[in-house]
């Protein structure tokens, strides 16, 4: 076993005396270790030539560095839409403009292949109390008349008495209409006053400050 492998060493040394791998310096180990009792599979060549050759490091290889994505918060979603479908319109315009610019935004219609077969009423209540880092809400009769809106609207309100004053609820008047849950002094904009442009570039400010 010995001699088949001395000759198999003997034929690297002698081509490359001057260039030690870590797997050499390794054999070499080895040849030390077995030298004492009178064993060696270096022949006197490859000796004298180890003596005199340098035993050279394999360079280190740097790993290289990990990249992570930027995000405006460490929410799932940056904003999430609540509205009536008589908005729809307008709130997928807004919508569009904020995906478009880099943003995570729950809006039903992004998500018709994950929201298929889930149970809506655990997965909205999710998004709009924990996930999203703003609730945007459409605020019209309809809005505050249908079913899955006063859903959403009270899982947002449970958030935003947990955010303990901090901005949550950003609210977009459509109809002067009260909605239970929201405080009359909370600030808003119009959209009688205000384009979908204009308001996906005010929401976007809000995102990046």
Same mark, same amino acid.
């Given at each position: 076993?010995?001699?088949?492998?001395?000759?198999?060493?003997?034929?690297?040394?002698?081509?490359?005396?001057?260039?030690f791998a870590e797997g050499i310096?390794?054999?070499?180990?080895?040849?030390?270790?077995? /030298?004492?009792?009178?064993?060696?599979? @270096?022949?006197?060549?490859?000796?004298? &030539?180890?003596? $005199?050759a340098p035993i050279l490091k394999a360079p280190i290889q740097k790993a290289l560095p990990v990249t992570t994505k930027t995000t405006t918060s460490d929410y799932r979603y940056d904003v999430a839409?609540?509205?009536?479908?008589t908005e729809r319109t307008l709130v997928e315009e807004i919508a569009t403009i904020l995906k478009d610019n880099g943003f995570n935004v729950f809006y039903d219609n992004f998500y018709? /292949?994950?929201?298929?077969?889930?149970? @809506?009423?655990?997965?909205?209540?999710? &998004?709009?109390? $924990?996930?999203s880092r703003y609730c945007i809400m459409f605020l019209s009769q309809e809005y505050a008349d249908r079913?899955?809106?006063?859903?959403?609207r009270r899982s947002?309100?449970?958030?935003?008495?947990?955010?303990?004053?901090?901005?949550?609820?950003?609210?977009?008047?459509?109809?002067?209409?009260d909605i239970d849950?929201?405080?009359?002094?909370?600030?808003?904009?119009?959209?009688?006053s205000y384009s979908a442009q204009k308001i996906a570039d005010l929401l976007m400010s809000k995102l990046k400050g």
């Open positions: 076993m010995f001699s088949s492998n001395a000759e198999v060493a003997h034929r690297w040394f002698d081509g490359h005396a001057a260039h310096k390794g054999l070499l180990d080895a040849h030390a270790t077995l /030298e004492p009792w009178g064993m060696s599979f @270096l022949s006197k060549a490859a000796k004298a &030539i180890t003596a $005199k839409f609540s509205f009536a479908g018709p /292949e994950q929201l298929w077969g889930k149970d @809506l009423v655990a997965t909205f209540d999710r &998004i709009y109390r $924990k996930e079913m899955w809106t006063t859903h959403e947002a309100t449970a958030r935003a008495l947990q955010e303990k004053g901090n901005e949550y609820i950003l609210p977009v008047k459509i109809d002067d209409v849950g929201l405080a009359p002094t909370l600030g808003y904009v119009s959209a009688a």
